[in-house]
């Protein structure tokens, strides 16, 4: 008699919001469901019925399922099944078991504000649950550097049920995939499930972006997608940061450059300091890259999460060379990035005097906007609509400013 068995999911007494599955398939003998749970008393029924209903949709009929549930929600328990499932039998080509879909709040915008972006480990749902309440402009559901090498498999099915069906709120939906083929391997399970932003990890040429952009078209097509996926190339070495520009402009659906600097700074020989000398050249290569390639330049995380008065001046130092947008790996961090890359009253003011006088040259028909006797160039003007958008945004500017 053949006999498969797969396991996924993690167990143990420090474990929480998460579930321990292993299914041993068998040709006989029925289902035997073996469920141990913390929240027994008040969802114990929904949760049987809810693996029954999984190994009905995978056609189990004859299996011992043993399951260790430390509080998962639904899309948790069904992807740690779906997990262990494939496990055993990995010649099989199953559907995707989805949960219900959560709220959709509409297709995601080029020149959106992307200040902020939380990083969360794609193999852990417990950060994932709650993540949209500290209100970051991007979540980023994380599938390269944060998962273990052995996990990565079922960490797309984590992350594909949680695009699914958590609420993002207004927080733009982020996946940071693999590189190489693993990583165009990992865009079937999330481009489908509403993906609004792919993180390509160390590029360094334009054909990378290339591939992922024909795979994204393959999937898109194959799916009937129209909403809009946007990509942010992360740069992470020398030559990345060479190429900066070339991999900014490689397609019209990159938004944004982002910047890795432990890589970076390895790859140069050298250790990271919070000084930032040793990669100064490298950051302004990339936001020049960018600006030249008219995408946003977004500087890199900082790796202390206790040190919110070094953080907020390595904001400050980022929003001064160029940079709009810095990444966050504790939920912590993210009011600090977003106070230090808000504009300044003196900003505010100057910003406001600046739009008026283009809105009065356009009610008059005037090609040129001047403020008093100096000209206003497009691109100052570009910058003064994008601090007052910025401002209202942040509470900092009422929004009948313009009536005062």
């Known amino acids: 008699m053949s006999v498969h068995t797969g396991n996924a999911g993690r167990r143990g007494d420090k474990v929480r919001s998460d579930a321990y599955v292993e299914i041993t398939i068998t040709e006989s003998g029925g289902i035997d469901l073996q469920f141990e749970s913390k929240v027994e008393t008040m969802y114990g029924e929904q949760t049987r019925a809810l693996f029954k209903d999984g190994l009905k949709h995978f056609g189990i009929e004859h299996a011992t399922v043993i399951v260790e549930d430390k509080g998962a929600l639904p899309f948790v328990l069904m992807a740690r099944l779906e997990g262990a499932v494939r496990r055993a039998l990995p010649e099989k080509n199953f559907e995707p078991w989805l949960p219900e879909a959560g709220p959709v709040c509409g297709p995601s915008e080029r020149r959106r504000s992307r200040r902020s972006r939380l990083y969360l480990p794609g193999n852990e749902p417990k950060y994932m ?13 994380d ?35 693999n590189q190489g083929q693993r990583g165009l391997d990992d865009l079937y399970w999330i481009v489908p499930c509403g993906v609004q932003v792919i993180l390509i990890p160390k590029v360094e040429t334009t054909e990378e972006i290339l591939n992922v952009v024909a795979r994204i078209d393959e999937i898109r097509l194959a799916k009937g997608i129209n909403d809009p996926i946007w990509l942010m190339p992360i740069i992470e070495s020398a030559k990345g940061a060479w190429f900066a520009f070339d991999i900014a402009s490689a397609h019209d659906t990159v938004v944004a450059l982002a910047v890795g600097l432990e890589d970076y700074t390895a790859d140069i020989g050298t250790q990271r ?4 000398r ?59 990035v977003h106070k230090g890359f808000a504009p300044t009253e003196k900003e505010i003011e100057k910003s ?13 028909g ?15 003007v570009k910058r003064a609509l994008k601090t007052v958008d910025l401002a209202e945004k942040d509470g900092l500017l009422e929004q009948n400013w313009r009536e005062a």
Do not use: Y
């Open 278 to 336: 040793e990669s100064f050249w490298m950051r302004s290569q990339v936001v020049n890259g960018a600006r030249a390639a008219s995408v946003q330049p977004i500087d890199t995380v900082f790796s202390d999460v206790s040190d919110m008065e070094g953080l907020l001046e390595s904001v400050i130092e980022a929003k001064s060379i160029g940079f709009e947008g810095k990444g966050c790996i504790h939920p912590r961090q993210i009011e600090v």
């Open 129 to 141: 649950i709650n993540a949209a309440l500290h209100s970051p402009e991007g979540i980023i559901l």
């Open 273 to 276: 300091t919070n000084e930032g």
């Open 352 to 364: 406001k005097k600046i739009v008026l006088a283009f809105e009065e040259a356009e009610r008059q």
């Open 366 to 380: 005037l090609g040129v906007v001047s403020l008093g006797s100096k000209m206003i160039d497009p691109p100052v």
């Open 143 to 177: 599938l390269e550097d944060s998962v273990a090498m052995s996990e990565k498999d079922v960490a797309r099915m984590v992350v594909r049920n949680a695009l699914v069906h958590l609420d993002f709120r207004c927080s733009e939906k982020m996946v940071r995939i």
